[in-house]
């Protein structure tokens, strides 16, 4: 038998009842813009990811390679993974590739100077190597480092090393790698002059 008096959810003040109401609904609707958000910038990194997947696919890149370009594309900022992930992908990397390279395990290094070869083109490049700018590896004692070609020539080029902020090997002997299709990875040994800690030029001893 239903009641004579209609039965209120919220007992005592029906504004303060009517204000409950009214913060409920703003919270579901907040909760629902916010879901919405992330869901949207979920897809979103995720598309990018694969387009990224293409481009690499594209350029010759095996599965490793393309698992660590990946690898690289998650520690990237929102900006730099648009950037990286259009039509800017190439003239990105040549510009900023070196300011993340530091938290990159040196292990990686020789597949990931493959990955970016073959993504930027110098690895199918005729000219002679260090002849063009493109990136290498470089080994001075005990020290490893990712390294950019920025002053090309057929005598001493200058590299820009990515720095991690550590002691500058003393100058003497280095190997410098790069990488060429279809002989892959190639090391040439040479003397190197240390211009600034993240800056060297190599002289090599041949090519």
Same mark, same amino acid.
């Given at each position: 038998? %239903?009641?004579?008096?209609?039965?209120?959810?919220? /007992?005592?003040? &029906?504004? =303060?009842?009517? !204000?409950?109401?009214?913060? $409920?609904?703003?919270?579901?609707?907040?909760?629902?813009?916010?879901?919405?958000?992330?869901?949207?910038?979920?897809?979103?990194?995720?598309?990018?990811?694969?387009?990224?997947?293409?481009?690499?696919?594209?350029?010759?890149?095996?599965?490793?390679?393309?698992?660590?370009?990946?690898?690289?594309?998650?520690?990237?900022?929102?900006?730099?993974?648009?950037?990286?992930?259009?039509?800017?992908?190439?003239?990105?990397?040549?510009?900023?590739? %070196?300011?993340?390279?530091?938290?990159?395990?040196? /292990?990686?290094? &020789?597949? =990931?100077?493959? !990955?970016?070869?073959?993504? $930027?083109?110098?690895?199918?490049?005729?000219?002679?190597?260090?002849?063009?700018?493109?990136?290498?590896?470089?080994?001075?004692?005990?020290?490893?480092?990712?390294?950019?070609?920025?002053?090309?020539?057929?005598?001493?080029?200058?590299?820009?090393?990515?720095?991690?902020?550590?002691?500058?090997?003393?100058?003497?002997?280095?190997?410098?790698?790069?990488?060429?299709?279809?002989?892959?990875?190639?090391?040439?040994?040479?003397?190197?002059?240390?211009?600034?800690?993240?800056?060297?030029?190599?002289?090599?001893?041949?090519?």
């Amino acid at each position: 038998m %239903l009641p004579e008096k209609p039965v209120w959810i919220w /007992k005592g003040d &029906p504004q =303060f009842a009517l !204000l409950e109401l009214v913060l $409920l609904v703003l919270f579901f609707y907040l909760s629902f813009r916010f879901s919405a958000y992330l869901t949207y910038r979920f897809e979103l990194v995720r598309m990018h990811s694969k387009r990224l997947d293409r481009l690499a696919f594209r350029a010759g890149c095996n599965r490793e390679e393309r698992d660590l370009l990946q690898s690289f594309y998650s520690q990237l900022d929102r900006r730099h993974r648009v950037l990286l992930a259009h039509n800017h992908a190439k003239e990105y990397l040549r510009q900023h590739l %070196l300011h993340y390279i530091s938290s990159l395990e040196t /292990k990686d290094f &020789p597949s =990931f100077l493959s !990955l970016v070869s073959k993504f $930027l083109g110098t690895a199918n490049d005729p000219r002679p190597i260090l002849g063009i700018r493109e990136f290498a590896i470089v080994q001075a004692g005990t020290k490893t480092y990712f390294a950019q070609v920025v002053d090309p020539g057929f005598g001493e080029v200058r590299l820009k090393l990515g720095w991690n902020g550590s002691r500058p090997p003393t100058p003497g002997n280095v190997r410098v790698t790069v990488f060429r299709n279809p002989k892959g990875l190639q090391t040439i040994r040479g003397e190197a002059r240390w211009e600034a800690p993240a800056s060297l030029y190599f002289l090599p001893e041949s090519l």
